[in-house]
């Protein structure tokens, strides 16, 4: 699978404006197997600690399997994993300040990539 060369419209919501900062699409790769995961909007600035269930972009199956997903359903949604490996990516989990559907990130579980450029170009 490959990222796609599409740009991305952010969305931008009452979450969006809190945070602070412009939003921006991370390329989200698997760090076991180097295999595109997920195009996913970050809004504000820091680290990637937790994916909101909304803010995935890609791939469409994705998008649609978490279109069903808020906070009363995130626990029975399961594990974010790797489609390739099946490797853990991310725990389902509940944000309380904001009652929001997330995953929390495994630490070292992903690589982050500004574009699909630059995955392209470190896998050259």
């Not at 602070?20 to 698997?30: E, Q, T």
């Not at 390739?84 to 309380?96: A, N, V």
């Not at 559907?101 to 992903?110: L, M, Q």
Request: aromatic fraction near 10%; proline fraction near 7%.
């Amino acid at each position: 699978m490959e990222f796609p060369g599409q740009k991305f419209k952010p969305t931008k919501d009452r979450f969006s404006k809190a945070r602070g900062g412009p939003s921006k699409f991370l390329y989200i790769a698997c760090e076991n197997c180097d295999e595109p995961t997920m195009v996913y909007q970050k809004d504000g600035p820091g680290r990637l600690l937790r994916c909101y269930a909304d803010r995935i972009v890609w791939p469409p199956e994705l998008v649609d399997q978490q279109r069903e997903v808020d906070a009363t359903t995130i626990k029975e949604a399961g594990a974010l994993a790797c489609g390739s490996c099946e490797s853990i990516l991310g725990t389902p989990m509940i944000y309380k300040q904001e009652d929001r559907a997330a995953y929390r990130i495994v630490p070292g579980a992903i690589q982050t990539f500004r574009s699909a450029e630059q995955y392209q170009a470190r896998q050259e």
